[in-house]
Structure formats: structure tokens, C-alpha cells
């Protein structure tokens, strides 16, 4: 049994934890003349790398501007406000409730990822080392959710929490409906088997000898030793369901319920001519995400390339 | 990388005292889990079958129809738009991707500075919510945005109908070159140096080594990206709903197969008709995942 659509490349974590990267093109030694043109073609990939990477800013340093203006600057074709203001953060945050749904989205990211991070590294656990017959064949098919795809699980699960079965419980339009259906991944729990898999046996046999139960050993030994899987999947989480559009839609209809995502689609609708509204809407949105990028970089490409290989 | 299945130890088949206490911990651990995936995942899968085969409404079934919620969605103008559209926007976005892709990940992998700078800017976009993008999208976007502003342009892109479902593949084929970059950037460390060593050697510049060497070389690498990012294509909603107000207008121009599903099952209330139309987007997603677990699988055995 092979890892679903794994690229047979070299990993990614160490892409990701910014490795030297080997270098593709060998520069060629000893040729004259090879210096000075080597020296104008980095000048000249340097030029193309920032304008590149300027065209991938652009549009957010834009959009952090206008969110900066007062309404009747945002038709203006200025980079930087002329009166600097907090006006349209004021009104998104205040009038259009964007408190409000900042909190829902916080609450559903935190707790996700909490129970995703809990359950994958419990779940990792077992399926990594504890013995137990039909092990393999429930791997089998935690592998084999991810081959499904929400969109073909819209339609069962909108009406299996429309009428929960056999309790006939409604959880359209609740928090604990949301959480039921991203209580934890098969992502987060592969993620933790397999970093699992890498620590050594020696570790916890000796926590064996102490009589310490299974739990102790995997809440006191294997837990502490798994920093970087618990952050890449605590990470993969959080800004899967801060972002997660699809479900929070589907589910979370009522505006007291909305999530940043929803509140954002919802506000284009009716009022998208407010641009600095917007805007620092769009801002509040994107903040915890690239905060989390900044300071976490290295598990947060890892975690997102190795979610991605899902497909 | 293949799952390492633990090698069974020497003794592993005699059952030592607390083995069935090890089995039971076992179940317990995986308990929760299990119970997610089998609830949320496996019965889903069924379940959409069988709806698929009942005209459903808001209320629950009306009727066994068998197979006629398919043949209806044959003959459904509004499916086939949408099938149209779909197929349309992945033909257009899945060449985008794969080269503003390969174009960044070269450029990350050249030996320069700020290697770890350029790779975060590039990676930028794919960090941003659909829903935070496509704000930004329809801000740039608006007739006196900065887009038209730049190129004096008055266009009207969204609501145009000729212009709306390209600016969508315009918007994705820029948010996902990202997490294309990723993958071609491993494939390309799997290209050994020697290569490239000899190719200068023979006098190759860096064009003729990228097109001679670089290019057909990164070929599990290109089919990779390819399958990732037409299924990713075929999922295509978040950005058609929200600039459409769910209309998949204008003129349904934006309307893509999963808005199809969505609107068919919550606006319409036509949950076995929606269930047909999310079993056939199923199998066709799935026909590209066998397709991809078959070569990557001898990939690894090789």
C-alpha cells in the first residue's frame, strides 16, 4: 500500500525548513569570460525576481492602503491615503458586525484545531505503535477519505445534519454540526503516524519499565518529541478552517453564525462599493494567517505541501 | 514514500500477557477518529448514491426513481452549461498554473539570495482565504480599479460575461502558482547536478539546459502538478459563488459544476438531483486519482 499520490521528489519538509537547496544549474568553472556574463545574468534575474515578486504583493499593499482610506479617497488612484484613518476598520468592525464574526471564526479555528491536533496525534499514535488486529485495514481506510471530496459529501452530510440519524438531531446552523464534521482530519492523523514512525523505539520502552500506561506514555514521551509534526498539523488546521469557505457557507446560515469567510462573501453582496470597509475587512481576514506565516514559516509549508499531495 | 508498516517483531505472532490489553487501547485511541471518518467520510459516500437514486426534497424522499436523476442531468441545459464552464475554466487554468509554477520554482532554485524572501512573496497569495481573495479580486477588478486604471482600460470583468469566468482563472491561476512552485521545486531537487555539469561541458547555455534538460527531465514532475491541479480545477466554487452572489451569472457564465450541486440541493431543494450531479463530479475526480495513484505507485516500486 502506497501513500496517495505522493510526488517521488525530494521531501518536502526539508524544502520547507529552508535546507540549502541544491543547486540545479552547476555554475561551470575555469572558462573565461564566463564571470562577467554570468554577473549581468544575476543582474539581470535580480531585476525579474522583484518585479515578479512585486506583482504578487501589489494587489495586497493595495488593498492594506485603501483599507487605510476614507471612503471618499478609495476612487482615488493614490498609493498612500492622503488622511490616514481607522474609519473603514471602525465601520467593518462596528457597523457590519465584523467583531462578531472575527470571534466565530476564532472560536471554530481554535477549537478544530485543538481536537484535530488531539485526536491525529492520539489516532497517529495507535496506528504507529500500538498492536491491534484490523489495524491495517482501518489505516486502509483513513487513506481512503481522502480520495473523497467534500464536494460529493455536500449533499449527504448537509441532509445527515439536517436530520441527524437515529438521534433526529438539526445541527444545520450550529457550532457542534460544524465541529462534528472537523473534529479531525486524515491528514493530521497521517501526518502524526508517520513523524511517529521516526522516533525511536528505545524511548518509550523504557517508559514501559516504569509501568507507566499507554496514555502516560504517549501524553508524557512521544507527545514532547513530536514539536514539529503537532505544530505543521496545528498550523494546517488552523488556517484550513480560518479560511474554510465551503462548509461555513453550507452550514453556519444564520449571520449571527457567520465566520470571517462568510461575512466577507455576504458583505460583497450587499455593500462591496465600500472599499475601505471592505478592504480592512479583507485585512482582519488575512491577519492571523500571515502572522502564523511569518513566525512559522518552515511548519507551515510543510504541513500545506503535504496536505496538498492529498489532491 | 511508501507507509512503513512496522516490521512485525521476531515473536510478534505469540500473544505476550497484555496483548489484548495493547489491542484494546489501541481501539480506544482510534475510537473518535474512526467514528469521524466512518460517520463523515464512508456513509457520505453511499449515502450520496442512494440519494441520488430518490427524488428528494426539502422533507426527506418522494419517490424511487432509479437511474433517472442522471439522464435528467444529461438533458439538463443548466448541467451541461456548467460541465462547459468547467471544463473550459480547467482548460485555461491548468496550463497557467503549471507554468507560472515551474517559471517561480526555477527561479527559487537558481543559487541566490534571498531564495527564502522570493519564496515566501510567491507562496504569499495561496495563503489568503478564498473568500479575503476574491474581495481583493473584485476591488482590483471594479471598473475604476486599479487594473483598469493601469492598462485604461474600462472593462467591467465580473459582470461582463465574456470577461467574468477568465478573470476567475486569471485570479486562480495567480493564487495557486504557489503551491504549484512547491511541488516543481521538489521535483526539480530530484534532477541530479552531473547533469547540468556535462551540458556545460558541452557548451549548453542556460536556455538550451532548461529546454534540453531541465524541461523533459522534470516529467513526473509536470504529469504531478498536472493531476493536482485539475482536480483542484474541477472543485471550482468559492470564487464563482462569491462574485456571482451564487447566480453563476453573469448570463451564467460562472456557473461551474459544484455551484451547480450546491444550488440544485440548497436553492432548489433537489437533493437527489444534486446527489447525482456530486456522484458524476466523484467518479471523474477519481478516474484522475487512479490515474495518478497507478504511475506514482510504480514510480515508487521502481
Redesign the interface.
Known amino acids: 500500500m502506497s501513500e496517495p499520490a505522493a510526488p517521488p521528489f525530494a521531501a518536502l519538509e526539508e524544502l520547507a525548513a529552508g535546507e540549502p537547496v541544491a543547486v540545479g544549474q552547476a555554475g561551470p568553472t575555469g572558462i573565461p569570460g564566463r564571470a562577467r556574463s554570468e554577473r549581468i545574468q544575476r543582474a539581470i534575474a535580480y531585476t525579474a525576481m522583484f518585479a515578479i515578486s512585486l506583482l504578487f504583493f501589489v494587489p495586497f499593499l493595495w488593498s492594506l492602503s485603501t483599507s487605510f482610506k476614507p471612503l471618499s479617497e478609495t476612487a482615488n488612484f493614490a498609493l498612500l491615503p492622503h488622511n490616514w484613518t481607522l474609519a473603514g476598520y471602525r465601520t467593518a468592525l462596528g457597523d457590519y458586525n465584523f467583531a462578531r464574526y472575527m470571534g466565530n471564526s476564532a472560536i471554530l479555528a481554535v477549537t478544530v484545531t485543538f481536537t484535530s491536533v488531539f485526536l491525529g496525534a492520539l489516532g497517529g499514535y495507535a496506528f504507529a505503535r500500538l498492536r491491534f488486529p484490523g489495524r491495517n485495514i482501518l489505516f486502509f481506510l483513513v487513506l481512503g477519505t481522502l480520495m473523497i471530496p467534500d464536494q460529493l459529501r455536500l449533499v449527504p452530510i448537509y441532509r445527515m445534519l439536517t436530520v441527524f440519524p437515529v438521534t433526529h438531531w438539526n445541527l444545520v446552523d450550529t457550532y457542534q454540526g460544524y465541529w462534528a464534521i472537523r473534529l479531525v482530519s486524515a491528514t493530521a492523523l497521517f501526518l502524526m503516524r508517520q513523524y511517529f514512525l521516526t522516533i525511536p523505539r528505545d524511548l518509550e520502552e523504557a517508559a514501559k519499565l516504569d509501568a507507566a500506561g499507554f496514555f502516560k506514555t504517549f501524553w508524557r514521551v512521544m507527545l514532547p518529541l513530536a514539536g514539529p509534526a503537532l505544530a505543521a498539523v496545528a498550523i494546517l488546521e488552523f488556517q484550513g478552517t480560518w479560511n474554510d469557505f465551503f462548509w461555513a457557507n453550507l452550514l453556519l446560515q444564520s449571520p449571527q453564525h457567520w465566520t470571517l469567510p462568510v461575512g466577507l462573501a455576504q458583505f460583497v453582496f450587499t455593500y462591496r462599493t465600500l472599499w475601505n470597509s471592505l478592504m480592512a475587512a479583507t485585512m482582519i481576514a488575512l491577519a492571523p494567517v500571515v502572522l502564523v506565516y511569518l513566525f512559522f514559516q518552515r511548519y507551515f509549508v510543510a504541513g500545506v505541501a503535504s496536505a496538498g499531495v492529498k489532491g | 514514500?511508501?507507509?512503513?508498516?512496522?516490521k512485525r517483531r521476531l515473536f510478534?505472532r505469540t500473544r505476550q500477557p497484555g496483548?489484548a490489553r495493547?489491542?484494546?487501547?489501541?481501539?480506544a485511541?482510534?475510537f473518535?477518529?474512526?467514528a469521524?471518518?466512518?460517520l463523515?467520510?464512508?456513509?457520505?459516500?453511499g449515502?450520496?448514491v442512494y440519494?441520488s437514486r430518490f427524488d428528494?426534497g426539502i422533507l426527506?424522499p418522494l419517490g424511487k426513481v432509479g437511474w433517472k436523476n442522471y439522464t435528467s442531468l444529461w438533458h439538463d441545459t443548466l448541467f451541461r452549461r456548467a460541465v462547459k464552464n468547467t471544463i473550459e475554466y480547467t482548460v485555461w487554468v491548468v496550463p497557467l498554473q503549471m507554468t507560472l509554477g515551474l517559471l517561480?520554482a526555477?527561479?527559487?532554485?537558481?543559487?541566490?539570495r534571498f531564495?527564502?524572501?522570493?519564496r515566501?512573496?510567491?507562496?504569499?497569495?495561496?495563503?489568503?482565504?478564498?473568500?479575503?481573495i476574491?474581495?481583493?479580486?473584485?476591488?482590483?477588478l471594479?471598473v475604476?480599479g486599479?487594473v483598469n486604471?493601469v492598462f485604461g482600460l474600462h472593462k467591467l470583468w465580473f459582470y461582463d460575461p465574456k470577461t467574468a469566468l477568465p478573470a476567475i482563472t486569471g485570479l486562480n491561476a495567480?493564487t495557486t502558482a504557489?503551491?504549484m512552485m512547491?511541488?516543481y521545486?521538489?521535483?526539480?531537487?530530484?534532477?541530479p547536478?552531473?547533469v547540468?555539469?556535462a551540458a556545460?561541458?558541452d557548451g549548453a547555455g542556460?536556455w538550451r539546459?532548461f529546454w534540453k534538460i531541465?524541461f523533459p527531465l522534470l516529467k513526473?514532475?509536470h504529469f504531478?502538478v498536472a493531476?493536482?491541479s485539475i482536480?483542484?480545477a474541477m472543485?471550482i466554487?468559492?470564487q464563482a459563488?462569491?462574485v456571482s452572489?451564487g447566480t453563476g451569472g453573469p448570463d451564467y457564465s460562472t456557473y461551474t459544476?459544484?455551484l451547480y450541486?450546491?444550488n440544485t440541493?440548497?436553492r432548489d431543494a433537489q437533493?437527489g438531483l444534486?446527489?447525482a450531479s456530486?456522484?458524476v463530479?466523484?467518479v471523474v475526480?477519481?478516474l484522475f486519482?487512479i490515474i495518478?495513484?497507478a504511475f506514482?505507485?510504480r514510480?515508487?516500486a521502481a
Open positions: 514514500m511508501a507507509i512503513a508498516v512496522p510478534g496483548a495493547e489491542a484494546l487501547v489501541g481501539y485511541f482510534v473518535v477518529p474512526m469521524v471518518f466512518i463523515f467520510f464512508i456513509y457520505p459516500m449515502y450520496a440519494i428528494w426527506g517561480l526555477v527561479i527559487v532554485n537558481q543559487r541566490i531564495r527564502t524572501f522570493f515566501g512573496a510567491f507562496y504569499f497569495p495561496a495563503l489568503a482565504s478564498s473568500a479575503a476574491t474581495a481583493i479580486a473584485i476591488y482590483l471594479n475604476d486599479l486604471k495567480w504557489g503551491t512547491l511541488f521545486l521538489a521535483a526539480l531537487q530530484a534532477i547536478t552531473d547540468y555539469e556545460a561541458i542556460p539546459q531541465t513526473p514532475g504531478f493531476v493536482v482536480i483542484g472543485k466554487f468559492d459563488y462569491i452572489r459544476v459544484v450541486i450546491y440541493a440548497i437533493l444534486a446527489a456530486g456522484v463530479l466523484f475526480i477519481f486519482t495518478q495513484w506514482f505507485g514510480q515508487e
